[in-house]
């Protein structure tokens, strides 16, 4: 499924982005390291295992995450030194935006049919 790929592309995006810029690129210091890892990764971690076995709960609150992600994103590209990560993180929140949406309707839309077709 289409939708399914574009919601691990965007959350394995930002996972991997986040973790990239705070640890190699922009090397934050080492006293707030663990306090910006925990606050910005932290909340990637609780639908890891959902989203992986395709779960549509997961898929439907992570909507939410996603937004998080997305105003994250404008904040970091609200600076002209933290521009580049900002579209990054806008970028790929947007991508899990879309593909968590559409895996949660087309999954209900799926769950709906085979519904009917039980009945029949």
Request: charged share 15%.
């Amino acid at each position: 499924m289409l939708s399914r790929w574009l919601t691990l592309t965007g959350y394995f995006g930002l996972m991997i982005g986040l973790f990239a810029w705070h640890l190699l690129i922009n090397k934050t210091e080492a006293h707030l390291i663990s306090i910006i890892i925990l606050t910005q990764l932290g909340p990637l971690m609780f639908p890891l295992r959902g989203l992986l076995h395709g779960k549509t709960y997961t898929h439907a609150w992570s909507i939410y995450l996603a937004i998080f992600y997305f105003i994250i994103g404008i904040w970091y590209a609200g600076a002209d030194e933290t521009l580049m990560i900002g579209l990054y993180v806008t970028a790929f929140s947007l991508l899990f935006f879309v593909g968590t949406v559409l895996y949660t309707r087309l999954s209900a839309r799926k769950q709906k049919e085979d519904a009917v077709d039980l009945e029949k």
